[in-house]
């Protein structure tokens, strides 16, 4: 957990950073361009739409104060396959966001060279230039992203304060009629002009969002999120109106209208206009600063890039290869130089940014609902006012947005389809699996998240032996998110004379369970089939896992019966071979025999981690291969159960895969000397397979069966 060492100042000054500079310079021309003067206007809404999703991020943010921004909220309240997407939109958002800068770098260092050599002529020069910016700070391995650092935020500040003096000044010499000139007509380009503009140009609002990013690094994170993304979000529009005014009041060429000069000059109005009010100085004031800030969100964005793709790789919603800094970085630069080289100017990388953090931004409003909701109206810290409509309709106006910008720049559109498509199929395909283990696992490690998420999972327990059910009961506990979970216990009676016996064995359980603080609920039923009744109860009630005891010497039809069960119910299945110590706490060593087939691992991972959540225990996960089998094979088995145990254990446990062709006599062997064995159910019509009723047979240890159908 990294130290809380940023005050109110310091992490305001992250928030400027990352706002305040590349945006307003690289896209006023943009919304110009498009609004005219009522460019003014949709800064201005942009400024109140980001003002309220910086409310809702410092709610999420003071409820959930750790570092991890959107991706980490979304993981608490949303279901792996929906934080996946999540993760998949932010990502894409930084890497156009730095597509963005490195091209508005570029425009303004190709604007710079032509002042000395105006008939420079360099094909695809703001290409290559915009490249080279890129692979210059994936070479310098930038350090952790924060908007640049305090003194350049200092610097960036200090400039737009001297412009917008020295253009104030210029304005003090106009009359009033003069001045209003600059502002006719005001709404050049009309309502759908009005809103392009703002859908260009929320972007120059994007970086609040960093402060959120590092919310684990803050003091009194409960106090200074809120005032610091807000604060930041203030000034910065402090900043950009005054700016807008004196570029259209003093910072235009006689004869020429706003829209006019910023459609001639879309990526550099800024400096074209500072040289109106400021000569040469202005000019290149702003041409230094404009680099400086555009090289500033290009290294912010880049390193918040990789450290949002190895995020997703210690989740297992992207690939091992993403999950060191390095490769994460790769990735991310391969990714952001072909954005650079295929999206065609600075405009349609602005309208793709602005795209894709709206619809993060839509994201992070009904994270803001969803967390509010699950935990009763407790959440602490900051909460934002008018509950929940202002998220509720904030969150649309900026899917709204979303949406009208896709239609309106079709590119930018596409792009970010296409992106969700690609993203789909790769999860589908290659990352589901693996991501589905690891968020079974961070659930019962971390039991919270349950609840966040709207689950409350139900596990039945039938019971008709009375000394089996402290077991069962232990096993269901296991099983059972604490606050979260619900076990009802069932007695199924085949006629009004067994009520008696039924009762004294749930009243039974019922005493053990409340010795261990448990509140299971209690179930009877009558019925002259007690399989079916089971069958019936389990998916009426929509249990999450069934929970059944089972003896190594039980009958032929007896288990033809419950194989019948468990192939019908649809839900996780635990099968309980209660052994002579039936107290769990006093269970310290764990057999996990595996043969690769991982059709039962996200249960795996959740039932050894949940078992793990209140002792210590040393699992140890056993893979028998033949004697034939080369070392080759041998290598690649031991890799995989490598991954297979990091996945489930968090490398809490340790693999091993030996030669032994006898692999009943193995397990029997390894199974007595192990406090639990952890066994998978079969596919198909037989779900004991008869090496798991060899071990059953010859071994009085505890074994738990576990299986999905689904």
Known sequence: MPERH????????????????????ALAGVALSYSGPSALLAFLLNSAL?????????????????????????????????????????????????????????????????????????????????????????A????????????????????????????????????????????????SGGANGLFKAMGFTFIAFQGFDLIAAIAGEVKDPGRNLPRAMIGSLVIATAVYLPLLIVIACVGIPQGQSLSEFATQNPDTIVALSARQFMGQTGYW???????????????????????????????????????????????????????????????????????????????VHFCCLLARRRRGGTTPGFRIPGFPYVPRI????????????????????????????????????????????????????????????????????????PTSAPGMLAVARALSPPQAGRIVLLSVVESPQQIESAQKVLGQALERSLDNHDRPSLLFTLADKPWSEIHRVCVDHRCECLLLGFSGGQAHERLADLSALIR??????????????????????????????????????????????????????????????????????????????????????????????DFAGRLVRESANADITVLGLQAGDTVFSNLLLQVAEKTEKTLIVIGHYS
């Not at 940023?6 to 310079?25: A, D, E, F, Q, S």
């Not at 995020?311 to 990735?331: K, Q, V």
Request: a neutral charge.
């Open 6 to 25: 940023l005050n109110l100042l310091k992490t305001t000054l992250v928030g400027l950073g990352g706002i305040v500079g590349g945006g307003i310079l």
């Open 50 to 138: 980001a003002i309220i999703t910086a409310m809702a991020f410092a709610e999420v943010a003071t409820a959930f104060p750790q570092s991890g921004g959107t991706y980490a909220y979304a993981k608490r309240v949303l279901p792996v396959q929906s934080a996946f997407a999540v993760g998949w939109v932010v990502w894409f958002a930084s890497v156009v966001a730095g597509a963005l800068y490195a091209l508005g770098f570029s425009a303004y260092a190709l604007l710079a060279l032509k002042s000395f050599a105006p008939d420079l002529g360099l094909p695809f020069a703001d290409k290559i230039f915009a490249a080279l910016a890129i692979l210059l700070y994936t």
């Open 140 to 187: 310098l391995q930038s350090r952790a992203g924060k908007g640049g650092g305090e003194l350049e935020t200092w610097g960036k500040m200090i400039l737009f304060v001297v412009l917008i003096a020295g253009g104030g000044w210029q304005m003090l010499q106009l009359s009033g009629p003069q001045m209003a000139e600059g502002f006719r007509p005001f709404f």
């Open 285 to 363: 004031l702003v041409i230094v600063a404009a680099v400086l800030a555009m090289l500033s969100a290009l290294q912010a964005n880049l390193v918040a890039a990789a450290s949002m793709a190895q995020s997703m790789a210690l989740d297992r919603t992207l690939p091992d290869n993403f999950r060191s800094p390095r490769g994460a970085l790769i990735a991310s630069t391969a990714l952001m130089l072909l954005l650079t080289i295929t999206i065609p100017d600075v405009g349609t990388a602005g309208a793709t940014a602005s795209l894709v953090f709206l619809l993060s931004f839509a994201l």
């Open 394 to 465: 904030a969150g649309y106006c900026c899917l709204a947005l979303a949406l009208f910008q896709g239609f309106n720049v079709p590119s930018a559109g596409v792009a970010v389809a296409a992106w969700l498509t690609i993203g789909g199929g790769l999860f589908l395909s290659l990352l589901a699996k693996r991501a589905g283990v690891m968020d079974a696992a961070q659930e019962a490690r971390n039991p919270e998240l349950v609840q966040l998420r709207g689950r409350a999972p139900l596990i039945l327990v039938p019971v008709a032996n």
């Open 568 to 661: 019908t119910v649809q839900c996780d299945v635990v099968v309980v071979r209660i052994g002579k110590e039936m107290d769990l706490s006093k269970f310290k060593t764990v057999l996990v025999p595996v043969a690769g087939k991982g059709k039962n691992d996200a249960l795996r991972a959740r039932f050894l981690n949940s078992l793990a959540r209140d002792h210590e225990v040393d699992v140890t996960y056993l893979r028998l291969m033949p004697e034939e089998a080369s070392d080759q094979e041998v290598h690649l088995a031991q890799h995989g159960l490598d991954r297979l145990v990091d996945d489930e254990l968090c490398n809490r446990a340790k693999g091993v895969v030996e030669r032994d062709s």
